[in-house]
């Protein structure tokens, strides 16, 4: 059993930053692939970014490459999802989630979530 918690969401003007935090519960965190996801109003989840366990690998929507990063600490159980260069389009619910097997880019993949943070961005 996985509990997870995000944080750190908010309003922000276009071209500003924001850094998003999902802090797990579980002893298995270490081992844990942790990706971020988003969803707008009236569309479907979406891919952001993920990473595995270790750190060893991490996968990126083309939408957000050179603008957002991943990084976790696995002696906080935190993974972090940093933002920069926000447009408007980036404006949704992000949601972080914890999967031990199948593709990391897919939602449905995903066996837990957090409740979501609202990220919007003013142009």
């Known amino acids: 059993q996985v509990q997870l918690v995000e944080s750190g969401g908010g309003l922000v003007q276009a071209g500003g930053s924001l850094r998003l935090s999902c802090v797990a519960s579980g002893r298995t965190f270490s081992s844990t692939t942790i990706g971020w996801f988003r969803q707008a109003p009236g569309k479907e989840r979406e891919f952001v970014l993920a990473?595995?366990?270790?750190?060893?690998?991490?996968y990126g929507a083309d939408s957000v490459k050179g603008r957002f990063a991943i990084s976790r600490d696995n002696t906080k159980n935190t993974v972090y999802l940093q933002m920069n260069s926000l447009k408007p389009e980036d404006t949704a619910v992000y949601y972080c989630?914890?999967?031990?097997?199948?593709?990391?880019?897919?939602?449905?993949?995903?066996?837990?979530w957090g409740q979501g943070t609202q990220v919007t961005v003013s142009s």
């Open positions: 990473i595995s366990g270790r750190g060893t690998w991490i």
């Open positions: 989630g914890a999967r031990n097997s199948g593709d990391p880019r897919t939602w449905v993949e995903y066996d837990y």
